[in-house]
């Protein structure tokens, strides 16, 4: 498929045409291309930009938006999430992906990082709708004697890799997952990351999310939940590690000589009480950082627009500092470092030769004029309201308010009918 | 002109039919009222809230969106904004109102309260496309041996009082400025205080918003800015008073003891870098606490709803406490606490009696499934993108992605020539 974009801003400034050919870039320029195109759509001057990347998200959480609103982390997990999670299905976590992936796709992300149970469900609903992902079965565990190579869990992860690493021209990639430091046990982590390393898979983390998971290791191990993963050898592997919120300075400095790559979640910490991550700080020390939404039951929403700003908002009032975490920077966060944190460096680049991902936003809105300095508009001013194209790989996924790769009524209709099992 | 609504979900959770009769409420209940109808409208199970209340704008300042990004507000002001604003004129302060209203409108916002020039022109920028509005002449003084009654900005905003007052059925009020601490003397303020209240007319004020006015006010006059204003009697009138990021707790006891309503703008102050204004301690003083946008040139949004999702998070953050700054409570700050800072207390109630303002929520699109928590689907999930219709006095301005009041190509074209004439 050739489409050929005409009249499309870019972030410079520029006024150009933009073509795609299958799932790529071809052109980017100021004359018009020749040629013949299967479409020709006018953008009347809209912007086109990178399109967002989502680096920490529980996609099939959808199904638990909104329960146990007001809990702080640990009684919202276990008198809330966990049962409910008791009674999920393979079907209700399908569902619930495709009705996630919709919400991303609407408002402009095309990729996520997911780490969770029924993965073969998440990949068969993102393959599905078009969007790409990396997808990790979570692991946990609580006995050091066990045989690792036996765990059930782990098998569920090595299969999930042999069937689906690669697919769909690399949008579905595998990784592993350690849950968290709180619920894995030093000997399993080692083993884990022993496998990855070897194998070269990347690991997804949750990492000092909250001041008690933070303090407790300390308590029980003497070392921060950071020092814990470097002493089981995790962090030779490929991390990256979701929220760091309470992080020392000795972590952070560990992360970097590490090269783990942190996934900020801004509105869950808020939401749950657990903190602001110092972002700057992070950042400074050289870790590459990108943005995540967390699942849905904790944020509530899977919109990294969203993330992307409040990050920019909240970090300069952290640091009484109009200057801090700027507009182009927290752009970067939201786009391109997602692709690398994900292994996409093929991705969010508008030029030629670059796999086609991006989002077309609407600078003709009352919210969006003037329009005098593009890059503010797109971090204070824009929402959801004005994407008007959502594209990934080159394949329109969302336009003018209808999803192109999505039954959307179907979509909606399954997943209430899970949502009602689960909680009937 | 009387509407019945059929299918219409409470934050209750009831499901009810809703009639409106000229600019009120006439009935709200589970059975369907007899009688004719001018319109029928089938809500399909939407979700009818009380309309948003915008306690702190500059809504001409929409011209401005974007310029000089990245300043902290001292220099924002006077390197950017300061010198625009001298080329400010009628015409363009009417248009960019109105811009600055379509925003508010499909944001589901139907009232706010104004500070700036030109108020004339924002007064019939309202009356045009039907929302309401508190507006109010910013004063500033430099003379403490001025002849008050003659000072020119005060001899407007009598004049705009007199004209304006509770026009179009109370949908203008008027009231006062004073601008901020350290752009008036202690005289003048003392003198539109009498004022005021012999004329029982409220005063809006910028109060404490950044560390530098507070400290320069101490170090000044030895006193914080609440101070100041107590001093000259300023507090005994109706206030509302903006901001207040760095109120000390003495501060707060005086505002509370003096039924000063406080607005709280978050994005603004986070974007300026100002800081985070300590909502919990000034809301548990008995303060009436409301949100306010401040103008699109330090936000850069007039989004209510926004500013509202952005308080109950970062507020949660802040504490450590997931329970704080609660849905309910923080629909409460951007619905019925706005409204009573506007002296509007019939309104922001769907009951009968009351004024018909109201706005309908999808609740059925991805990003709001499942709505199993009505007040968190509105305060985590919830965006501009779920706003179906907006009514003010029983008017509905705007519905399915459409301006009612507003001739919004028009607003457009004539909005970016006045920015154009301003920045030529």
Request: net charge negative.
């Amino acid at each position: 498929m050739k489409i050929l974009f005409e009249n499309v801003k870019l972030l410079s400034g520029e006024q150009v045409y933009v073509t795609v050919d299958g799932a790529r870039f071809d052109y980017v320029g100021v004359e018009r291309p020749s040629g013949k195109f299967d479409q020709i759509k006018n953008c009347r001057g809209a912007l086109l930009i990178p399109a967002f990347y989502n680096t920490h998200c529980h996609a099939a959480m959808t199904l638990f938006r909104g329960v146990g609103d007001g809990l702080p982390l640990s009684r919202w997990l276990n008198e809330k999430i966990f049962p409910a999670e008791d009674k999920l299905t393979w079907d209700a976590t399908y569902w619930a992906t495709l009705l996630g992936c919709a919400e991303m796709i609407s408002s402009g992300t095309v990729s996520f990082s997911d780490m969770y149970m029924f993965e073969d469900a998440v990949a068969d609903a993102v393959i599905e709708c078009g969007v790409k992902a990396n997808l990790a079965r979570g692991l946990v565990s609580f006995d050091e004697n066990a045989d690792f190579a036996q765990d059930t869990r782990f098998c569920e992860a090595k299969e999930l890799y042999n069937r689906y690493n690669g697919a769909e021209d690399d949008r579905i990639k595998i990784e592993m997952s350690l849950h968290a430091e709180y619920t894995n046990v030093e000997a399993y982590c080692a083993y884990v990351a022993d496998y990855c390393r070897a194998h070269d898979i990347p690991i997804q983390l949750h990492l000092s999310e909250t001041r008690d998971e933070h303090e407790k290791c300390i308590a029980k191990y003497g070392v921060t939940p950071t020092g814990f993963f470097e002493r089981a050898g995790v962090l030779d592997a490929a991390v990256t590690a979701a929220h760091c919120v309470w992080v020392s300075d000795e972590d952070i400095e560990l992360l970097a000589q590490n090269k783990v790559s942190v996934s900020h979640n801004p509105s869950s910490n808020l939401k749950l009480g657990s903190g602001v991550m110092p972002y700057s700080k992070i950042a400074a020390s050289g870790v590459l950082v990108a943005l995540g939404t967390d699942g849905a039951a904790s944020n509530n929403s899977l919109n990294i627009m969203k993330e992307m700003q409040l990050a920019a908002l909240l970090h300069k009032g952290m640091q009484y500092d109009a200057a801090a975490a700027g507009a182009r920077e927290m752009l970067d966060v939201a786009t391109v470092n997602g692709a690398k944190v994900q292994r996409r460096e093929d991705c969010v680049c508008i030029a030629h030769g670059y796999r086609a991902d991006a989002v077309l936003i609407d600078l003709n809105a009352p919210n969006t004029l003037p329009s005098s300095d593009l890059y503010a508009t797109l971090m204070y001013s824009a929402d959801r309201s004005n994407v008007l194209m959502t594209m990934c790989d080159g394949r329109i996924l969302f336009e003018n308010g209808e999803y192109k790769s999505i039954d959307i009524e179907r979509v909606k209709f399954n997943f209430s009918r899970c949502v009602s099992q689960i909680f009937e």
